[in-house]
């Protein structure tokens, strides 16, 4: 009866295990899992003889003694040819399509048929299961043997340790293949763990995923939360006869696969409880490859994991013994890489860049080197905190990153390559642009240049931000002509950008005639701004886009924002403590508001309309009443709202009343509504009156 119940457990764990890990859908709470794991240790306390090395307690052992025995792989380990672009692809297809035609696959104008996988950027393992159990897993190592790192792959939570269902679905031998990754985010926690730990940190995900598998100590493994995904198999004998196999195949003893293509084995593998990312589609022809190879490059960035390319198979199994291979990779598969995210390079120089705001970024002038599709000459290294956590020198060889279309950085220095005297960076006393002092507040990571407008960096940027797409949008000032007019003295605000007239612009170096009155053209049709554009174009510290559509929705004119105390300020959607004190404390400067007076002479008119036309037709003028507790907004925040919108808000429900709007526990006033017929509304049906988005 134990023995019984003890069976049961690991099946119910197994099953339970496997829901959680792979297919993230638990069906019982973690108390139930444990209570269930905390019965199976009991009776394996009582019967020790009985404890398999399939139980669901054994996931962690002792270290292998005398380091990592060597295994030899039962099917050798291939690698795979590369195609680095379409010209290449289209060879493949064609060197396969012309062998499957003459062999008699594919009929004439037929293409042929591929499972397009993810590239995984791990480590390649074989896991061999017999009988159903894990017996052993081994690193690929030359392909033809590895090392025996059983002990670590039985830790990774997601690897089964049986396969699941009943013994009569289980292949007498089946090894998988796969790859052995970690995702970016137990990346960025296990290396915040060794810094506190004043360890060493990893360089990326695949390092640490290889640092983690070469560990002797299992109990360390166990802690670095391990994924694998499967995407092949080696030795595979089905025990039973399965109907999808031929006769003939099964006495010579050939064909060992249950399906006939490479999408069908891993539907299999999945069902026997293997991780397989549901990422695989089968595509037809070069066309599909790419269409393939696109959507998943969009992809990649927002994947939880690295990927470094895509990998092509022909589906059918039979096709591919046909093709069969070449040296140590088969001729029916392809990788296709995406450009590599990171190299190394040189460290020439480390300077710093003044911001907007003045904050102060030390910048590494690099080597150039071709990373990411680009070649890379700076990148930014945030703060002088991180340049001494990273410990990264000038003169060292360093690790760039460039992951999609983000700013490149300095990953670490390759300190093997460390010349000797180097010298590490010392954050400037003063700006190099205005030789004001630079300024780190004490618990703030950022250094900043106290110069504010007096500048020249950082009015240039701020004048680059005031006139970019989503601010004035105004074309044609460019970077290189803010540098020309700031140094020659001839702008220093925004309100001189608008006295600009074409002659000057064109006596410049580098300008005609036609692109200065272009960008005349440009600043003219940018005098009449909506507030929300001007707001965010005043560059106000953490006043984004949305904040200044928010801030010029509740306040309506500028006017009345100047006047707005900090603690009114509040009441906007989007405003917390620390943009209402920098919104407030901007209006509050002098140089600030004699800045927006000289606008304002200089012939800029704001379009503050936008608050009340929008919803003009359906609220002006119309009476609303409020009732009951709203579920995000207070009576207060609705009632501006309202009231920017031309609403008059009333207390009480007449005939005249247009709108209640009811939240909950709403009592005399909605039943009122009710019985006079006055529309009533909920706070979602309010916002769509307003326009206002929900804050979700
Ligand atoms: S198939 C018979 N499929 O790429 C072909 N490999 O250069 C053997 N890899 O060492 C490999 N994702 O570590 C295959 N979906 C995938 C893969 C993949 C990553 C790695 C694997 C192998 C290397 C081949």
């Known amino acids: ?41 009991a009776i394996e306390a009582e019967h020790p003889e009985w404890i398999t090395p399939d139980s669901p307690t054994q996931r962690v052992g002792a270290p292998p003694k005398g380091g990592f025995a060597t295994v030899n792989h039962a099917v050798p380990m291939l690698s795979l040819g590369n195609a680095f672009n379409e010209e290449e692809l289209v060879a493949f297809d064609q060197r396969i399509h012309d062998t499957l035609r003459q062999a008699g696959f594919l009929a004439p104008g037929e293409q042929v048929e591929y499972n397009a996988e993810y590239k995984f950027d791990g480590l390649a393992v074989n896991l061999r299961y017999e009988q159903g159990v894990l017996v052993q897993a081994a690193t690929r190592g030359d392909g033809l043997s590895g090392e025996d790192i059983t002990s670590n792959i039985r830790t990774i939570a997601s690897v089964p340790l049986r396969l699941l269902g009943n013994a009569t679905a289980w292949p007498a031998v089946l090894e998988v293949r796969g790859e052995v990754l970690m995702s970016h985010r137990d990346f960025e926690a ?62 010579n003893h050939e064909l060992t696969e249950p399906y006939a293509t490479q999408a069908e084995m891993l539907g299999w593998l999945q069902r026997l409880g293997l991780p397989v990312s549901r990422s695989y589609e089968v595509v037809k022809g070069v066309q599909g490859l790419v269409q393939y190879y696109q959507r998943t490059a969009e992809a990649r960035a927002d994947l939880p994991f690295d990927i470094d390319g895509v990998v092509y198979k022909v589906n059918y199994l039979d096709q591919q013994r046909v093709l069969g291979f070449v040296a140590r990779a088969p001729r029916f598969a392809i990788a296709h890489k995406y450009p590599a995210q990171e190299a190394t390079t040189e460290v020439v120089a480390i300077d710093v860049q003044v911001g907007r705001t003045g904050a102060i970024t030390p910048v590494a002038r690099l080597k150039p080197v071709f990373v990411g599709g680009v070649t890379v000459t700076n990148a930014t290294l945030h703060n002088e ?38 010298e590490g960076f010392v954050m400037p006393q003063s700006c190099p642009v205005c030789d004001s002092a630079i300024e780190r507040p004490e618990d703030e990571a950022i250094a900043r240049c106290t110069g504010g407008l007096v500048c020249a960096a950082q009015r240039k940027q701020t004048l680059a931000h005031a006139v970019s797409r989503k601010a004035l949008d105004i074309d044609g000032l460019g970077e290189k002509l803010i540098d020309q007019l700031v140094d020659s003295g001839r702008v220093k605000t925004l309100a001189d950008l608008y006295t600009l007239r074409a002659e000057e612009l064109a006596a410049l170096p580098r300008m005609g005639k ?53 603690s009114d300020l509040l009441r906007v959607a989007d405003v917390g403590p620390i943009v209402a004190a920098s919104i407030a404390h901007f209006f509050q400067e002098p140089h600030n508001r004699s800045a927006i007076v000289r606008l304002l002479q200089s012939g800029v008119t704001i379009d503050e309309s936008a608050a009340l036309s929008v919803h003009g037709s359906a609220l002006t003028g119309k009476s609303v009443v409020l009732t009951g507790t709203l579920p995000t907004w207070t009576r207060d925040e609705a009632t501006r709202y309202l009231l920017a919108a031309g609403a008059k808000v009333t207390g009480s429900v007449s005939a005249k009343t247009a709108y209640v709007v009811a939240g909950d526990e709403a009592g005399s006033k909605l039943r009122r509504a009710q019985e006079l017929g006055v529309t009533v509304l909920d706070e979602a049906q309010l916002r769509v009156l307003l326009d206002v988005r929900s804050l979700e």
Do not use: C
């Open 1 to 41: 009866m134990t023995k019984q119940r003890l069976d049961d457990l690991k099946t119910q764990l197994t099953e339970h295990n496997h829901r959680y890990y792979v297919l993230d859908a638990p069906i019982v709470s973690d108390a139930e899992y444990d209570a269930l794991m905390r019965e199976l240790m």
């Open 190 to 251: 296990l290396n915040q763990e060794q810094l506190k730990r004043r360890e060493r940190v990893f360089v990326n995900p695949r390092n640490a995923a290889a640092g983690s598998l070469r560990q002797l100590d299992p109990r360390i493994t166990a802690q670095r939360r391990l994924r694998f995904y499967a995407y092949g198999w080696g030795e595979v004998s089905v025990a039973q006869p399965s109907p999808q196999q031929d006769l003939l195949a099964q006495l």
């Open 385 to 422: 905190d991180e340049i001494r956590r990273k410990d990264i020198r000038i003169g060292d060889t360093v690790v760039i990153r460039r992951a999609g279309d983000v700013i490149p950085e300095v990953v670490a220095p390759v300190l093997e390559k460390r010349p000797e005297h180097t």
């Open 514 to 566: 036609k692109s200065a009155e272009n960008v005349i053209k440009a600043i003219n049709a940018a005098r009449h701004p909506r507030l929300e554009r001007l707001l965010y174009a005043l560059g106000i510290r953490h006043v984004g886009e949305t904040t200044a559509r928010e801030v010029a929705r509740y306040y309506g004119s500028l006017e009345n924002l100047m006047e707005a105390e900090e």
